[in-house]
């Protein structure tokens, strides 16, 4: 049983262009959050999709956005990269009908921006 | 959501208990405590959660105090794969809430 993945494991881009990192769910789980995790500090919560909608929303401008698709897979989208941006992405799946469900993380994706 | 104090940092022997202490005390009733820990590079890994009543699993026990304000995630024999960074939680229970409110978390160091 797979665990989530997410690709690309690192990434290096400059200041002002767009990327898309992607994510697939664990097995049996159809919804998909994204947090961003700057050096040092703990995961913040950027956006939650479930049947291929925005649920839910942290504090992240609309630079950043999301997309999910039929298969339960997602991707998010940067638009004109600052260095701010350089962070660690992680997708998190869960099972979207419990009150107490629990999120799987995958391992992440290095985003660097130069 | 309650927002949550834990020490920056701990050590611990290696196969000795390691207790990690975690303050609420703004916690509503409807949100449960979750630990998490990540392992260097590595995403954040579930490790327990609990209302009100203690919890045990194969991973660690939750112990929460009575009034709900602190808990206590307890390693039994603490290895040094346990080293890591552990984080407290608290999330409202609503079966569409995925927002996890992280904050700094406590960095465990175990020791040979």
């Known amino acids: 049983d797979a665990g989530v993945t997410q690709s690309p494991t690192h990434l290096i881009k400059t200041r002002g262009q767009q990327v898309t990192l992607r994510c697939s769910p664990k097995?049996?789980?159809?919804?998909v959050s994204w947090y961003q995790q700057a050096l040092g500090q703990g995961p913040q919560f950027i956006f939650q999709?479930?049947?291929?909608?925005?649920?839910q929303r942290g504090n992240f401008p609309d630079r950043f956005s999301g997309h999910q698709f039929p298969n339960y897979s997602s991707e998010l989208n940067v638009n004109a990269l600052l260095l701010g941006d350089s962070a660690l992405y992680l997708c998190?799946?869960?099972?979207?009908?419990?009150?107490?469900?629990?999120?799987?993380f995958g391992p992440g994706t290095r985003l660097t921006v130069l | 959501d309650a927002k949550t104090t834990q020490p920056t940092s701990m050590d611990c022997a290696e196969g000795r208990a390691a207790n990690l202490p975690c303050n609420h005390s703004?916690?509503?009733?409807?949100?449960?405590v979750y630990w998490y820990r990540q392992i260097h590079s590595q995403g954040p890994q579930y490790i327990i959660h609990?209302?009100?009543n203690n919890e045990t699993n194969e991973m660690a026990s939750l112990i929460i105090t009575e009034d709900r304000k602190s808990s206590t995630l307890i390693l039994p024999h603490a290895t040094l794969r346990d080293t890591a960074v552990y984080y407290c939680?608290?999330?409202?229970?609503?079966?569409?809430?995925?927002?996890?409110?992280f904050g700094a978390g406590t960095r465990l160091t175990v020791k040979p």
């Open positions: 998190a799946s869960s099972l979207l009908g419990r009150a107490d469900n629990e999120q799987f």
């Open positions: 703004t916690i509503s009733g409807n949100e449960y």
């Open positions: 097995s049996g789980h159809d919804t």
């Open positions: 999709y479930y049947e291929e909608e925005e649920r």
């Open positions: 939680i608290v999330r409202v229970a609503a079966y569409n809430n995925n927002d996890m409110r």
């Open positions: 609990g209302l009100k």
